[in-house]
């Protein structure tokens, strides 16, 4: 052929609306992605929102869900798991709103569907209260629940101990209900299962492509992260179907919150203590703190109690890095440390982590050439 009609040949081709080019791109793309594994190691709420969340939005991925524990045995189970947020220092206060806002909305679609008894997410109103007037009296996430206001004077009489108090309707996700939920949707997405606990990441480089972290406080062994560490929290599980709002003291050591089958009190905050034994001193406490703020609940039968570590961190880890592993560089995405934030985070912040997997599965893939 000529090198003329050659170069004109090219020429057509490429300016054919690059329809062409993007049809190659897409389905080398497309069989790239089909033959990627990726693992997600963890359980909790942030593990299955996003093994979740990548499984639906990639489905020419292979996607495992790899823990030794699960519901009803994980952190995530023992949540109070209401919708509000403390804000942490390092991360940009934008990001802040769009993790708050994204896993507001998720869960509020689900409240507000047919899904909401099986999936354990109610909308729920109350009062958070403080004894002196907080600095900031209009939160970050104020403008994303519902009817966000201060509490009226009398209102506050019910409290006096307490000078200052918001009122607002939020969402409560009942993770013990939630996680099962979660697990459905990702094997009906095709996403697998797989009970095994995790000792370092170069078990798993052979297996798969790309790896995701949501351990939580397991990060400390599996990925060496000096910076995460234990939060204890004790709490009670009692039946008081008259108890109708949350209260929640604004140190967050005492909170009441009423759930579909049981009420949620508490609580501790005990910064480095890995006890997961129940503490009848911590008991007694809840029981005198929350009665004060709720004189009803002397009357209340109590149900179980409970104990877990939050998986704390000055600020969550959600990043991507790449390590070399038995040879090979291996994408690796964190998505770990919410501390007692996780379920008001776990879809946001998972929706982050999608993002840094599209990422890594961008620089994979092959480039066609024409």
Not at 99 to 119: N, T
Request: net charge positive.
């Amino acid at each position: 052929m000529h090198l003329g009609t050659s170069c004109l040949l090219f020429f057509l081709l490429w300016m054919w609306n690059g329809n062409v080019v993007k049809e190659l791109n897409y389905w080398c793309r497309a069989a790239m992605m089909k033959s990627v594994r990726v693992v997600v190691v963890g359980a909790g709420v942030i593990g299955f929102s996003t093994a979740v969340c990548i499984v639906e939005a990639l489905p020419f991925c292979s996607v495992t869900l790899m823990a030794d524990k699960f519901s009803p045995d994980t952190t995530s189970d023992g949540a109070a798991g209401i919708l509000f947020a403390a804000q942490f220092p390092d991360i940009p206060l934008q990001r802040q709103k769009h993790w708050f806002k994204d896993s507001f909305d998720h869960l509020l679609a689900i409240a507000q569907s047919q899904c909401a008894p099986e999936a354990g997410v109610m909308l729920s109103s109350g009062w958070q209260i403080f004894k002196e007037v907080p600095a900031v009296k209009k939160p970050f996430w104020s403008e994303f629940v519902i009817g966000f206001r201060l509490m009226t004077d009398v209102e506050r009489k019910r409290f006096p101990d307490h000078k200052f108090g918001q009122a607002f309707t939020t969402l409560k996700c009942e993770c013990s209900t939630y996680l099962p939920w979660l697990e459905k949707r990702f094997r009906k997405a095709g996403g697998q299962v797989e009970q095994r606990k995790v000792n370092n990441l170069q078990e798993l480089s052979n297996n798969f492509d790309i790896i995701v972290n949501c351990s939580g406080l397991g990060s400390k062994v599996l990925v060496g992260d000096t910076q995460v560490y234990p939060v204890r929290g004790q709490v009670l599980k009692v039946e008081a179907p008259w108890v109708q709002h949350f209260i929640r003291d604004g140190d967050g050591t005492t909170y009441i919150y009423p759930g579909i089958r049981s009420v949620t009190i508490g609580g501790t905050r005990q910064e480095g203590d890995w006890r997961l034994q129940v503490d009848d001193r911590d008991t007694k406490g809840i029981l005198e703190r929350c009665s004060r703020l709720e004189p009803s609940l002397n009357k209340a039968k109590i149900l179980n109690e409970w104990v877990g570590l939050r998986p704390s961190r000055k600020n969550p880890r959600v990043e991507r890095e790449v390590v070399e592993l038995q040879g090979r560089l291996v994408p690796v995405v964190h998505n770990y440390g919410h501390g007692g934030w996780g379920v008001t985070l776990a879809w946001g912040t998972a929706l982050d982590t999608l993002g840094l997997v599209k990422q890594s599965l961008h620089e994979m893939a092959p480039q066609p050439k024409l």
